[in-house]
């Protein structure tokens, strides 16, 4: 039950993120598309680019309503699993472990997250590569994506193939799961140490709510610049042509590395850096309200558990 809970959560935390602030991942994505030998797009040409289509300031939205749906469910799955795997190691591999002990609490907050995040990395990339269509121009909506991609799917290619191009899921996994363990880590050492901890001179032992924001705007920075070179890989796997081009994740980083050179890997890091410091801030301060509200319990590291609403 707590496991559902914590899922619900999640999915509503993050439609709430994503609808915020859609506006920079479609800057983010379009940028890092862009393939040109001597320049990369600025942050202002981007926009520009955007805008400048059919439906203009509305395309900063483009794809929002596949994120959004498709990130429910996903997301979902990955908090879900996280908490679920996080109480289990607690009650069995790591039940004799001290509570002071850092370095078991770091093995089960990664275990966990990574654990959560590979089985939800399937489930992201059908929704991530029809939105990334739909951001690029590929196609104007979501109905005509996915009217082209099930029913006019090229000859070489399955309707399967499609949804999961070559190197889709791998690409996903390996930006998904490494962002995944720094975010998480980086979170929940700021709300043991920061959120969490103990006022100076107050009564009240009840978290201040701008500490979450704080807190997950700072965690999600760590981990947001630290793998956007992954996130590269996988937007050119997963976008029209350039998914053609190579063969698979290690090529497709080669080929940008000789090509293009090591700059080229942080393409789209200042948009995503906007997009998704302010995003996870959004999410894991709508996490926490959707948890208190849900009367989830929360799973501590010394085998304890408590109700978020009585902190």
């Given at each position: 039950?707590e496991?559902?809970?914590?899922?619900?959560?999640?999915?509503?935390?993050?439609?709430?993120?994503?609808?915020?602030?859609?506006?920079?991942?479609?800057?983010?994505?379009?940028?890092?598309?862009?393939?040109?030998?001597?320049?990369?797009?600025?942050?202002?040409?981007?926009?520009?680019?955007?805008?400048?289509?059919?439906?203009?300031?509305?395309?900063?939205?483009?794809?929002?309503?596949?994120?959004?749906?498709?990130?429910?469910?996903?997301?979902?799955?990955?908090?879900?699993?996280?908490?679920?795997?996080?109480?289990?190691?607690?009650?069995?591999?790591?039940?004799?472990?001290?509570?002071?002990?850092?370095?078991?609490?770091?093995?089960?907050i990664?275990?966990?997250?990574?654990?959560?995040?590979?089985v939800?990395s399937?489930?992201?990339v059908?929704?991530?590569?029809?939105?990334?269509?739909?951001?690029?121009?590929?196609?104007?909506?979501?109905?005509?994506?996915?009217?082209?991609?099930?029913?006019?799917?090229?000859?070489?290619?399955?309707?399967?193939?499609?949804?999961?191009?070559?190197?889709?899921?791998?690409?996903?996994?390996?930006r998904?799961?490494?962002?995944?363990?720094?975010?998480?880590?980086?979170?929940?050492?700021?709300?043991?140490?920061?959120?969490?901890?103990?006022?100076?001179?107050?009564?009240?032992?009840?978290?201040?709510?701008?500490?979450?924001?704080?807190?997950?705007?700072?965690?999600?920075?760590?981990?947001?610049?630290?793998?956007?070179?992954?996130?590269?890989?996988?937007?050119?796997?997963?976008?029209?042509?350039?998914?053609?081009k190579?063969?698979?994740?290690?090529?497709?980083?080669?080929?940008?590395?000789?090509?293009?050179?090591?700059?080229?890997?942080?393409?789209?890091?200042?948009?995503?850096?906007?997009?998704?410091?302010?995003?996870?801030?959004?999410?894991?301060?709508?996490?926490?309200?959707?948890?208190?509200?849900?009367?989830?319990?929360?799973?501590?590291?010394?085998?304890?558990?408590?109700?978020?609403g009585?902190?």
């Open positions: 039950m496991g559902l809970k914590n899922s619900l959560a999640s999915g509503l935390a993050a439609v709430c993120a994503k609808t915020v602030l859609a506006p920079f991942d479609t800057i983010k994505t379009v940028q890092q598309e862009y393939i040109a030998e001597t320049s990369s797009l600025s942050l202002t040409e981007a926009f520009k680019m955007i805008t400048s289509r059919k439906g203009g300031f509305l395309n900063l939205y483009a794809g929002l309503g596949v994120a959004a749906i498709g990130s429910m469910p996903s997301v979902g799955l990955y908090f879900g699993l996280y908490s679920y795997s996080k109480r289990k190691l607690n009650e069995g591999l790591f039940s004799n472990a001290s509570p002071s002990d850092q370095l078991i609490k770091t093995l089960t990664a275990v966990s997250a990574a654990f959560g995040n590979t939800a399937v489930s992201r059908p929704y991530e590569v029809v939105k990334q269509k739909i951001q690029v121009d590929i196609y104007p909506n979501t109905f005509v994506a996915l009217r082209e991609m099930i029913f006019n799917a090229e000859a070489n290619q399955s309707v399967l193939r499609q949804f999961f191009p070559k190197g889709g899921i791998s690409s996903q996994m390996i998904d799961v490494p962002y995944a363990i720094l975010t998480l880590l980086s979170y929940e050492y700021l709300r043991e140490n920061f959120v969490n901890a103990a006022p100076s001179s107050s009564s009240s032992s009840k978290p201040e709510k701008w500490k979450d924001l704080i807190a997950g705007g700072m965690a999600g920075g760590i981990g947001t610049y630290l793998t956007n070179p992954l996130d590269v890989i996988k937007t050119r796997l997963q976008t029209g042509d350039n998914a053609l190579y063969s698979g994740v290690w090529d497709c980083g080669y080929t940008i590395l000789k090509e293009e050179g090591p700059k080229a890997f942080m393409k789209g890091s200042v948009p995503r850096l906007i997009h998704k410091i302010p995003a996870n801030a959004v999410f894991f301060l709508s996490y926490e309200f959707f948890r208190r509200l849900l009367k989830v319990e929360q799973v501590t590291n010394n085998n304890d558990s408590k109700k978020d009585g902190k």
